[in-house]
C-alpha cells in the first residue's frame, strides 16, 4: 500500500539555484555581522586588544 504523501523520485528540487544562493549568502552575512558585532562588544568592554587601549602601545 502506498502513502498518499509521498513524492516521486522526479519532483523538482525544494529550492532553485537562486533561492539556495540567496540563504547561503544572506547566513553568510549574518555570521560575518555577528562575528564583527561580537569582536567590538568584546573590545568596548574588555582591555583586548591591548593597542586599542594603551596609547603608546606602537612606540
Do not use: D, G
Not at 522526479?10 to 529550492?15: A, F, I, S
Not at 552575512?29 to 593597542?51: E, G, K, M, Q, R
Amino acid at each position: 500500500m502506498k502513502l498518499r504523501n509521498q513524492n516521486p523520485p522526479n519532483e523538482k528540487p525544494r529550492w532553485s539555484p537562486e533561492e539556495f544562493r540567496a540563504a547561503f549568502l544572506f547566513w553568510l552575512l549574518w555570521s560575518v555581522y555577528v562575528v564583527i558585532a561580537a569582536f567590538i562588544l568584546v573590545a568596548l568592554f574588555t582591555n583586548w586588544p591591548h593597542f586599542l587601549h594603551e596609547q603608546n602601545y606602537f612606540k
